[in-house]
């Protein structure tokens, strides 16, 4: 179990950090993950934005950014697939609170099954759209 307690470097922060996490540090366009990759790993913003992007034919296209107290690469972790997009810190240094697969599905299991199941739903409609915006080369802006 995740004993979670506030986050004491910024009193102002509602991020909830778990005892003995990891957190981790990014330069400005430096990767975090890339695309294609096998995902071990989530991540929640401490500081910094995250820009996320997918390849959309040659193109690197952004899909969407990610700031404090969002999490991003929880996907891979939900259906045990690649990663999807890619992730770069983006306008400055990024800190990061990692979350492991074992975090993280002590977290589902203790979840509503039909809420478990939703998240499954939905993150198999996500793939699929993305996929299919791959496939024609185009992007939503």
Same mark, same amino acid.
Request: charged share 25%.
């Given at each position: 179990?995740?004993?979670?307690q506030?986050?004491?470097d910024?009193? #102002?922060?509602?991020?909830?950090?778990?005892?003995?996490?990891?957190?981790r540090?990014?330069? !400005?366009?430096?990767? *975090?993950? $890339?695309?294609?990759?096998?995902?071990d790993?989530?991540?929640?913003v401490?500081s910094g934005?995250?820009?996320i992007?997918?390849?959309?034919?040659?193109?690197d296209?952004?899909?969407?950014?990610?700031?404090?107290g969002?999490?991003?690469g929880?996907?891979?972790?939900i #259906?045990n697939?690649k990663?999807?997009?890619?992730?770069?810190?983006?306008?400055?240094?990024? !800190?990061?609170?990692? *979350?492991? $697969?074992?975090?993280?599905?002590?977290?589902?299991?203790?979840?509503?099954?039909?809420q478990?199941?939703?998240?499954?739903i939905?993150?198999?409609?996500?793939?699929?759209?993305?996929?299919?915006l791959s496939?024609s080369?185009s992007?939503?802006?």
């Amino acid at each position: 179990m995740i004993n979670e307690q506030p986050n004491t470097d910024n009193e #102002d922060s509602e991020i909830q950090i778990p005892l003995g996490s990891e957190k981790r540090t990014f330069k !400005e366009g430096k990767y *975090i993950f $890339r695309e294609g990759e096998i995902g071990d790993l989530a991540f929640v913003v401490l500081s910094g934005t995250v820009c996320i992007s997918r390849l959309v034919g040659e193109k690197d296209v952004v899909i969407g950014t990610v700031g404090k107290g969002g999490m991003f690469g929880e996907m891979a972790l939900i #259906d045990n697939a690649k990663r999807m997009g890619s992730a770069r810190a983006s306008g400055g240094i990024v !800190e990061v609170l990692v *979350i492991d $697969r074992n975090q993280f599905k002590q977290k589902l299991i203790n979840a509503d099954p039909f809420q478990r199941a939703l998240i499954n739903i939905l993150t198999g409609h996500v793939r699929k759209m993305a996929e299919h915006l791959s496939k024609s080369n185009s992007c939503v802006t």
